[in-house]
């Protein structure tokens, strides 16, 4: 656990640089569905970003949250933190730290927490597109739900992100991450398109897959949601 402290001491490091005021900005995507007759029910969907640049520090912070009641029983609970600090060397090579907390109802995991640092390359960074990858190192906690069973181990994480604007208005997106651990190897994509309504809203389509390997006899190893939502930017 001691290079587990020493990669929390990093992150926090870079998480807490660069004092200069700059401004924030981001966005917040709701999406959300009430029915009510024969079956009642009610689904949130929500996520925050926001992020700021300061010479060459680039702050980001975010979360989500999903939730959908039918007839009073629950089948998705599921709600997320994440934050990333970047420092960039060049225009295309920077360091990055990060730290991910998901605490989702409806796996084996009550909660999974992952610390890690590493190295990313811009391939492309136009004002059209955006391409850029990840690869580093660092540690997750998890909790089993049944048991209550806490376990540490390190980690392997890759991640790749993709942008283009196909038009002055729609906005094409591939975000992909992988935790690759000895316990359990995560793994997440999301697909989406965005169409801008004015400056300030926006309409998405977001695909979302998330996988974890090892599992308990009975639950499902993948995840499929597919969500349709109000982006505000600012």
């Known amino acids: 656990m001691r290079s587990s402290g020493t990669i929390g001491i990093v992150v ?32 949130v969907n929500a996520v ?9 520090w680039t702050h980001k912070f975010g979360g989500s949250l999903l939730r959908t009641v039918t007839n009073d ?19 295309k090579n920077y360091l990055f730290g990060t730290f991910r907390y998901e605490d989702d109802s409806f796996t084996d995991f009550s909660y999974q927490a992952t610390l890690a640092g590493g190295y990313g390359y811009r391939i492309i960074n136009t004002e059209t597109t ?7 190192a660092g540690y997750r906690r998890t909790e089993l739900r049944l048991t209550g069973e806490t376990s540490d ?4 994480r890759g991640a790749i992100n993709f942008e283009r604007n196909v038009t002055a ?21 999301a697909l989406g398109v965005t169409v801008k309504i004015n400056e300030t809203f926006a309409l998405n389509l977001d695909y979302a897959v998330r996988h974890n390997t090892d599992v308990l006899p009975g639950t499902d190893k993948t995840d499929q949601v597919v969500t349709a939502n ?3 930017s600012y």
């Open 153 to 156: 181990d390190p980690i392997a």
């Open 230 to 232: 109000l982006v505000y």
């Open 130 to 136: 955006r391409f850029d990858v990840q690869i580093g």
């Open 169 to 189: 208005t729609t906005l094409l997106y591939d975000r992909f991450l992988v935790e690759a651990g000895s316990d359990n190897t995560f793994l997440q994509n």
């Open 73 to 91: 029983v629950t089948s998705a609970d599921r709600w997320e933190l994440r934050a990333e600090t970047n420092y960039d060397l060049d225009a």
């Open 48 to 56: 925050v970003d926001f992020q700021k640049t300061v010479d060459r």
């Open 12 to 43: 926090a490091g870079l998480l807490a640089s660069g004092t200069a005021s700059a401004d924030w900005g981001g966005k917040a995507t709701f999406g959300g569905v009430l029915a009510r007759g024969n079956t009642d029910t009610e689904t």
